[in-house]
């Protein structure tokens, strides 16, 4: 649904000059002009821990929200109260769903990220350790249907304004399977093992086809395209097909 000025039912509009003589009220000016803004605050540019403390506690509420009832659930007036902020602070944060609900997958993908780098993956070849990091993260997906519905519809649905959300969440993934795709065993001069990320763009590559085969499969069983088995079989013949022979 579009809405004045050529805004979506997201309030993301494609022009950032807006027509006043509109009969909008003033609050929904105020939060317009807000969501001109095309990517979210991060941590790392928020400059005191009362900010960082704030956008944590949105990203907390918000998954709360969406574990409870999905990506239905998620609506910025309920997240600004259950958080205690203002709406225009909500969305100075995250200026829209899309950014909040995307923002709330890198973070989780960056606490898969710190767990694994702290402990080897198990198995004896690179596309063993693979299939081994897909099949835990999707059993945890499984677990938590409504959340994975809403992160994932979220990335599904994001446009070019929610670009760099989505740059954060294709790296984390990359991290992980190139962290799977290293080994145990550090080599310092191939700049491979846990916590670093192999140096050759052949495997940022290999890894890039893999996190997009994943993320790919979770949209269609969502969707209702296909059935969780089918997914892990699916990703399991994508890994051993793109790393054959890799050790």
């Known amino acids: 649904m579009v809405g004045p000025e050529g805004c979506n039912r997201f309030l993301l509009c494609r022009s950032p000059v807006l027509a006043w003589s509109s009969p909008w009220t003033r609050e929904k000016r105020r939060r317009a002009t807000v969501l001109t803004a095309t990517a979210s605050l991060t941590v790392d540019t928020l400059g005191s821990a009362t900010q960082r403390e ?112 989505i740059a954060v969440v294709e790296g984390h993934v990359s991290h992980l399977l190139l962290h799977a795709m290293a080994g145990p065993e550090p080599d310092p001069e191939a700049g491979t093992g846990p916590g670093t990320a192999p140096g050759g763009e052949a495997q940022r590559d290999v890894a890039k086809v893999i996190g997009d085969v994943w993320l790919a499969s979770l949209v269609q069983w969502v969707t209702g395209r296909t059935s969780a088995e089918d997914v892990s079989r699916s990703l399991d013949v994508a890994v051993r097909l793109l790393l054959s022979g890799s050790r």
């Open 54 to 165: 704030r956008h944590q506690r949105i990203l907390d509420v918000t998954l709360e929200l969406a574990t409870a009832g999905g990506y239905d659930a998620v609506q910025m007036r309920e997240v600004a109260d259950r958080a205690g902020v203002a709406m225009g602070t909500l969305y100075r944060y995250f200026p829209s769903k899309l950014h909040l609900l995307v923002s709330c997958l890198a973070r989780e993908l960056e606490r898969s990220n710190a767990r694994l780098d702290r402990r080897p993956v198990s198995g004896g070849t690179a596309a063993d350790r693979v299939a081994h990091v897909l099949d835990k993260m999707t059993q945890g997906l499984r677990r938590d249907p409504h959340l994975t519905e809403a992160l994932t519809r979220a990335f599904m649905f994001a446009d070019a304004s929610v670009a760099a959300e």
